[in-house]
């Protein structure tokens, strides 16, 4: 999921759970339920709709490694 927030990082607008699971070669709903995690710690937010999907809440500068594994248990 590393990858995955440095590209959200790098790129403006949201990251739909489509475009998220083609770069990690896996289903959406279980991009969705990753993301949650992310989500519940305040790592990312998302926004349904047509122009919604997965945002960073915070820098990423701010997010460490051990925070991500934490929050993925």
């Known amino acids: 999921m590393l990858h995955v927030l ?3 990082a790098r ?3 949201p990251a739909t ?4 699971a083609q770069m990690l070669g896996t289903n ?3 991009v969705r ?3 949650a995690l992310l ?3 305040g790592y990312v937010s998302s926004e349904k ?3 919604g999907g997965w945002r ?3 820098p990423l500068a701010d997010i460490t490694l051990l925070d991500i594994h934490q929050a993925l248990g």
């Open 6 to 8: 440095i590209h959200m």
């Open 11 to 13: 790129h403006e607008g």
């Open 17 to 20: 759970s489509e475009a998220i």
């Open 28 to 30: 959406p709903v279980v």
């Open 33 to 35: 339920r990753t993301m």
């Open 39 to 41: 989500k519940n710690e």
């Open 49 to 51: 709709g047509h122009r």
């Open 56 to 58: 960073l809440a915070k």
